[in-house]
């Protein structure tokens, strides 16, 4: 399996522009999470999907941020105006079903950088 | 809600050596995972070892291995034989049972291995 993959690697973007990232879990996995990592912050939860359904958001910033995840393949991330303080590296991370203490496999992260 | 504490930003350790990484952590749950990833420059995180709460055996994972004490609520990582390709960040992070398979991180510990 080619494991989580995150598109892009790096994302350039000016203060206001539309961001959106983008992830391929683990086929199989039931479990999709999405995390901001920051030295300030260090790794931060920002919402989870258990078969497509979010089921905890708590960890989103603010309105700005948004994730959808339309099918068992895909999710992104989307940051709508982007500000300077988003830039972070975003992982994504599947699991393969809820229970039993199953690891999250991550991605290779994308790191973001608003200017 | 669970915090996990790592209480040393920085560690250094010479290569065949051994190096002890501490991870206390708070929760009122009986029934609970704990992991140590690892994040090398490369910054992909990887999984290094798990251990589940209700087994008092501690986990091992070749070099790798963990003191587990659920009473102190402690849970350290110990590396034998450091190689250089041990050096990167290691995050300590619970998870509750039944709880989605969401991660609650450390800090982290920053481990770098001189020749």
């Known amino acids: 399996d080619a494991g989580v993959i995150q598109s892009p690697r790096h994302e350039v973007t000016e203060m206001g522009q539309e961001v959106t990232l983008r992830c391929k879990p683990i086929?199989?996995?039931?479990?999709l999470f999405w995390y901001r990592q920051t030295m300030m912050r260090g790794l931060e939860l920002l919402i989870y999907f258990n078969n497509n359904v979010p089921i905890d958001d708590s960890g989103m910033p603010e309105d700005r941020f948004s994730a959808k995840m339309p099918n068992a393949s895909f999710s992104t991330l989307k940051i709508q105006p982007s500000e300077p303080r988003d830039s972070a590296v975003y992982f994504c991370?599947?699991?393969?079903?809820?229970?039993?203490?199953?690891?999250?496999?991550f991605g290779p992260g994308t790191r973001l950088t608003v200017t | 809600a669970q915090t996990v504490t790592q209480s040393q930003p920085e560690m250094s350790v010479q290569e065949a050596e051994t190096v002890t990484l501490s991870c206390t952590y708070d929760?009122?749950?009986?029934?609970?995972?704990l992991f140590w990833y690892k994040q090398p420059p490369s910054r992909q995180m990887i999984l290094v070892i798990r251990?589940?709460?209700?087994?008092?055996q501690n986990a091992t994972e070749n070099r790798f291995s963990v003191n587990f004490q659920k009473a102190a609520k402690s849970f350290s990582l110990k590396i034998s034989d450091s190689q250089l390709g041990d050096t990167a960040m290691y995050f300590c992070?619970?998870?509750?049972?039944?709880?989605?398979?969401?991660?609650?991180f450390g800090g982290g510990t920053r481990l770098m291995v001189k020749p």
């Open positions: 991370a599947s699991s393969p079903r809820t229970g039993g203490g199953y690891e999250q496999y």
């Open positions: 086929s199989g996995h039931n479990s």
């Open positions: 929760t009122s749950e009986s029934n609970y995972y």
């Open positions: 251990q589940e709460a209700y087994k008092q």
């Open positions: 992070a619970f998870m509750k049972q039944d709880a989605g398979n969401m991660l609650t």
